[in-house]
């Protein structure tokens, strides 16, 4: 295993001392990270994506929890434990938290449709979405459980309408793709707390930007290239290799060591920072819209029904079909390469 060893130089958060001054002058969104970071590893390359792209405003990162007895990290405390595992990479990056932007969140899925579930996150996810201080955009980024997202909606109804979510979640939609062979119908983060993906879905208000199973799984990444891309950064890379590995080759988790991985979560970077300079949809990327009316409707297994698509794109929910994982991986393979530089330097 690698040592955790801290950068040798540090950084606050939402700085980017490895590019000239003009490129950190200006940024274009703000960004709430949510995510189960005590379990599959790539919602840490998400999330060093994400802090390493100067035009990202991290407001906060959510730790969120997992389910009971998950196969992954089957703790109780997979909220607080994902907290730990954050803490750790933000030493690895020399990344400062100056301005207590990493909260911890319920460490209990929502028990019913209109009970919100309080937590350190919630309250903070209101008082950012609140804000009447800055125009800029808000963006909701979640690769698991939204149980905090819908806790702050049921609490504070009126964030709906001052954020979009981004969120890695759901099963396929009938006529677009097919469930995974030989697996499971439920799709992982949404049964992490049904109750608050069927709010996002079908319930809420929040625009909704949503990256289905079939979708985030066309996000392979080759462990060649990882490893060529990674091992340059010391213990950071070290760091996260081995997060893979232990995935890759633990015997507990029913996986094989094939030459692929899936770096499911970072969608999340792409639907929020690499957009056009005009545009507030992803140029590269392809999606359907879902009318308002009916809106999306799931079956007893949580599948949705054929849904009813728009020609317009106006409607609240937006269902990516294609993600540019050409355009992501080497945008997050360049960022590695400028920071490692930086930090050799």
Same mark, same amino acid.
Not at 88 to 95: I, K, N, R
């Given at each position: 295993?690698?040592?955790?060893?801290?950068?040798?130089?540090?950084?606050?958060?939402?700085? &980017?001392?490895?590019?000239? @001054?003009?490129?950190?002058?200006?940024?274009?969104?703000?960004?709430?990270?949510?995510? $189960?970071?005590?379990?599959?590893? $790539?919602?840490?390359?998400?999330?060093? /994506? /994400?802090?390493?792209?100067? !035009?990202?405003?991290?407001?906060?990162?959510?730790?969120?929890?997992?389910?009971?007895?998950?196969?992954?990290?089957?703790?109780?405390?997979?909220? &607080?434990?994902?907290?730990?595992?954050?803490? !750790?990479?933000?030493?690895? #990056?020399?990344?400062?938290?100056?301005?207590?932007?990493?909260?911890?969140?319920?460490?209990?899925?929502?028990?019913?449709?209109?009970?919100?579930?309080?937590?350190?996150?919630?309250? &903070?996810?209101?008082?950012?979405?609140?804000?009447?201080?800055?125009?800029?955009?808000?963006?909701?980024?979640?690769?698991?459980?939204?149980?905090? #997202?819908?806790?702050? @909606?049921?609490?504070?109804?009126?964030?709906?309408?001052?954020?979009?979510?981004?969120?890695?979640?759901?099963?396929?939609?009938?006529?677009?793709?097919?469930?995974?062979?030989?697996?499971?119908?439920?799709?992982?983060? &949404?049964?992490?707390?049904?109750?608050?993906?069927?709010?996002?879905?079908?319930?809420?208000?929040?625009?909704?930007?949503?990256?289905?199973?079939?979708?985030?799984?066309?996000?392979?990444? @080759?462990?060649?290239?990882?490893?060529?891309?990674?091992?340059?950064?010391?213990?950071?890379?070290?760091?996260?290799?081995?997060?893979?590995?232990?995935?890759?080759?633990?015997?507990?988790?029913?996986?094989?060591?094939?030459?692929?991985?899936?770096?499911?979560?970072?969608?999340?970077?792409?639907? !929020?920072?690499?957009?056009?300079?005009? $545009?507030?949809?992803?140029?590269?990327? @392809?999606?359907?819209?879902?009318?308002?009316?009916?809106?999306?409707?799931?079956?007893?297994?949580?599948?949705?029904?054929?849904?009813?698509?728009?020609?317009?794109?106006?409607?609240?929910?937006?269902?990516?079909?294609?993600?540019?994982?050409?355009?992501?991986?080497?945008?997050?393979?360049?960022?590695?390469?400028?920071?490692?530089?930086?930090?050799?330097?």
């Amino acid at each position: 295993m690698t040592n955790t060893t801290k950068a040798t130089k540090t950084w606050p958060i939402n700085t &980017a001392p490895w590019l000239e @001054s003009r490129a950190q002058s200006r940024k274009a969104c703000r960004v709430i990270i949510d995510n $189960d970071f005590a379990g599959d590893p $790539d919602d840490l390359f998400q999330l060093v /994506h /994400h802090l390493l792209s100067e !035009t990202a405003d991290i407001r906060l990162i959510v730790c969120s929890h997992l389910h009971a007895g998950d196969f992954l990290h089957s703790s109780p405390h997979s909220a &607080a434990d994902g907290r730990k595992r954050v803490e !750790t990479l933000l030493g690895l #990056l020399g990344a400062r938290d100056d301005d207590g932007i990493v909260v911890t969140g319920s460490e209990l899925p929502l028990a019913d449709a209109s009970t919100p579930r309080p937590s350190e996150a919630c309250e &903070a996810i209101i008082r950012e979405a609140m804000r009447d201080d800055t125009d800029l955009p808000l963006y909701y980024v979640a690769g698991g459980g939204v149980t905090d #997202l819908i806790s702050a @909606s049921l609490t504070e109804p009126a964030i709906a309408g001052r954020m979009s979510v981004v969120w890695i979640g759901g099963q396929e939609y009938p006529g677009f793709a097919q469930p995974p062979l030989g697996r499971f119908a439920k799709e992982y983060n &949404a049964e992490i707390d049904p109750f608050a993906a069927r709010a996002l879905l079908c319930d809420s208000a929040f625009p909704l930007w949503q990256v289905p199973r079939d979708v985030y799984r066309q996000c392979l990444v @080759s462990v060649a290239q990882l490893r060529e891309r990674l091992r340059p950064l010391g213990p950071l890379g070290g760091f996260l290799l081995d997060e893979i590995d232990r995935i890759r080759f633990g015997e507990r988790y029913g996986t094989q060591p094939t030459g692929a991985y899936c770096l499911g979560d970072s969608p999340l970077v792409g639907l !929020t920072v690499l957009q056009t300079p005009w $545009d507030t949809a992803p140029a590269s990327c @392809s999606w359907f819209t879902v009318a308002d009316d009916p809106g999306v409707k799931l079956n007893a297994d949580d599948r949705p029904l054929p849904p009813h698509v728009t020609a317009t794109n106006q409607g609240r929910i937006h269902v990516v079909t294609h993600v540019d994982t050409w355009l992501l991986f080497e945008d997050l393979y360049a960022k590695l390469a400028a920071f490692g530089r930086w930090i050799d330097a």
